[in-house]
């Protein structure tokens, strides 16, 4: 396994939508264990696969500290097929350090995606775990929780969102 580099907002990969992962190989097994391994050396609870580099339809995510759970686990081709519920949370994202902002997004989803094993499943997710799929599968369609701000907020954090696009475009990685 292998540490991958976490791009940083500004870096273009960030705002492409993802495509459909058309199988599980190994070579996406292999890419969903590494971004495990990046996911819990940056101190993350999610990483979707455009954070690494790559546009394709996946993610990884563990939420269990916080709300139970098997631990990490693997979503390929997410799609959220139901929302409901209201929750207000202080959110944060491995491609915007040092940043965080009180957002609400719905409490509950219910997700429809496959695992490592290519296996189709379907399952409710709540409080921490909702919100970090929702995260998640934001930036599978170039979206970040940025743009979820009023242009106020937006205005207070621009000094440090243009900090972090010069380091994208110099190469600079955490």
């Not at 492409?16 to 190989?25: A, C, F, G, H, Q």
């Not at 916080?66 to 390929?76: E, M, N, P, S």
């Not at 009180?102 to 496959?114: H, S």
């Not at 709540?126 to 009023?150: A, C, M, N, P, T």
């Amino acid at each position: 396994m292998a540490l991958l580099p976490i791009r940083l907002y500004g870096d273009p990969v960030l705002r492409r939508k993802s495509v459909e992962v058309p199988e599980v190989s190994e070579e996406i097994q292999l890419l969903a264990r590494d971004m495990l391994e990046t996911m819990y050396d940056a101190d993350g609870v999610g990483l979707a696969a455009p954070q690494v580099g790559r546009s394709i339809r996946m993610l990884v995510a563990d939420a269990s500290h916080k709300d139970g759970g098997a631990g990490g686990r693997v979503f390929i081709n997410p799609v959220i097929l139901e929302a409901w519920g209201e929750l207000s949370y202080d959110e944060g994202c491995l491609s915007v350090p040092g940043l965080s902002a009180e957002l609400v997004r719905p409490e509950a989803v219910r997700v429809r995606f496959q695992d490592e094993t290519g296996a189709t499943r379907e399952e409710e997710f709540h409080r921490l775990w909702g919100r970090v799929l929702q995260h998640e599968i934001d930036h599978l369609e170039g979206k970040l929780f940025v743009d979820y701000l009023s242009p106020i907020k937006r205005a207070l954090i621009m000094k440090k969102l243009k900090q972090l696009q010069k380091e994208a475009k110099s190469g600079i990685a955490l």
